[in-house]
């Protein structure tokens, strides 16, 4: 067992040697270039979102047993206690899984503002992002978003 991640350790220090000479080629700042820690964090994560798909928080009133909100505020005193709204959150995915073109295929869905260039409405979803984004003849903004 120790073999095999020593192996795992070895990889990475290599692969993040290879980052520090390519980041030097390019003439990065030393504040640009990750640590080596923070490259093995992106790494570790890059590697469990590759053939994942990302889940987004469900969106709507959430469902719960205890009655409506209506009630909840009625029967707590205060609208001030009320429970807040959860801001809308999405889900990022990292630059390296998003332009990996691995299992990034369209698929129809419900309607949609588009994620690239918010202009106008689409409903066609990539897979593995689970981001809708544009697909007309006008715009390819399917291909713009996975080749940043």
């Known amino acids: 067992m120790y073999i095999f991640w020593h192996t795992i350790i070895l990889a990475v220090v290599n692969a993040w040697l290879l980052y520090k000479r390519d980041c ?3 003439k990065m700042s030393s504040k640009e270039t990750m640590n080596r ?5 992106q790494l570790a994560s890059s590697l469990i979102l590759v053939n994942a798909t990302l889940q987004t928080p469900k ?4 469902s719960s047993g205890k009655g409506s909100p209506a009630t909840q505020t009625v029967t707590s005193g205060s609208p001030l206690n009320a429970q807040k709204r959860p801001s809308k959150r999405c889900a990022h995915l990292p630059l390296d899984v998003r332009n990996d073109l691995v299992a990034h295929f369209p698929r129809k869905t419900g309607r949609g503002r588009c994620r690239h260039c918010n202009k106008g409405y689409t409903n066609t979803q990539c897979r593995k992002c ?4 544009c697909f007309t003849d006008d715009r390819d ?4 978003f996975h080749h940043q």
């Open 24 to 26: 030097k080629a390019l």
């Open 37 to 41: 820690r923070q490259f093995q964090a």
């Open 59 to 62: 969106r709507g009133r959430p």
């Open 130 to 133: 689970d981001v809708r984004l």
């Open 141 to 144: 903004c399917f291909w713009d």
